[in-house]
């Protein structure tokens, strides 16, 4: 299987630097376009060397004995696999590009199966993936169009009781905004009391002007709305990897995995 030719910062091809920049700090894109009396420093809280990136990267990449896989999946909690290690889960509208930023991070790894589909709502069971004895990685079902019916009764006990579980992602589409269906997810996460964070997908879609708008309402929302939510919207895109890098470091990071020299 062949592997993304973004996959690896160690193997990048010749880019320029402004491109280079936005693969690793996609705030970068849009910081141009603000005006200079917006603070900045709410969206550059986690800014980690490329020196880190490239040791939580390491974390992805299969050796042995580091297997990074698939492992199984559930319906309900009570069917949930019994692990120790730290989790991190990613919760999403329908078609938000959960599964395609999960495939994104495990890029490194082709054989790795993450179901993409075209059509919204195909994710209809908790998938759970091992970064061999580091942590684990679930995409949850989607809520909204075609998500399943009872998917509150699935993801709502989860997020309450997995006692492994050391941060939510909850993703919200940087091309349309926050959405009313994403009020139901940020409720639950705020009513777990557990640390979750805003994950910007589909920052290359769209005009940067609405992007930009979007951010800036979600960081408003963030301040004003959100006890538990990490204060830095996290952006990425799938189909360009900005942002892929980073976010494989905050994973090491909060999981225990990686010590950040400095950030």
């Not at 630097?17 to 986690?46: G, H, I, M, W």
């Not at 078609?95 to 589909?117: C, H, M």
């Not at 705020?190 to 979600?218: H, W």
Request: aromatic content about 10%.
């Amino acid at each position: 299987m062949n592997v993304h030719k973004l996959a690896s910062l160690q193997n990048l091809p010749p880019l320029s630097p402004k491109k280079t920049q936005s693969l690793l700090y996609p705030f970068s894109y849009v910081e141009p376009y603000l005006d200079r009396s917006v603070d900045r420093s709410a969206f550059n809280l986690f800014h980690p060397s490329v020196e880190d990136m490239l040791k939580a990267e390491k974390m992805f990449l299969p050796s042995p004995p580091h297997h990074v896989s698939y492992y199984t999946s559930a319906e309900r909690m009570d069917h949930a696999p019994d692990i120790t290690q730290p989790e991190v889960c990613f919760i999403g509208r329908s078609n938000v590009g959960k599964s395609s930023l999960i495939k994104a991070l495990f890029s490194l790894t082709p054989e790795v199966q993450v179901r993409v589909s075209k059509t919204p709502g195909q994710t209809k069971k908790m998938n759970f993936f091992r970064v061999g004895r580091s942590f684990t990685v679930v995409d949850m079902p989607g809520y909204g169009h075609n998500a399943p019916k009872d998917f509150v009764d699935m993801v709502e006990p989860y997020l309450f009781s997995r006692t492994n579980l050391v941060r939510t992602f909850l993703l919200v589409d940087g091309s349309v905004g926050f959405q009313a269906a994403d009020s139901i997810a940020l409720e639950m996460c705020e009513e777990t009391r557990r640390p979750y964070v805003m994950v910007v997908t589909k920052i290359d879609k769209g005009r940067c002007g609405t992007l930009l708008q979007n951010l800036l309402s979600l960081q408003a929302l963030i301040q004003s709305q959100t006890s538990s939510c990490f204060p830095q919207p996290l952006m990425v895109s799938s189909l360009n990897f900005w942002g892929v890098y980073l976010l494989r470091c905050f994973v090491a990071h909060i999981t225990g995995r990686l010590q950040l020299a400095n950030t």
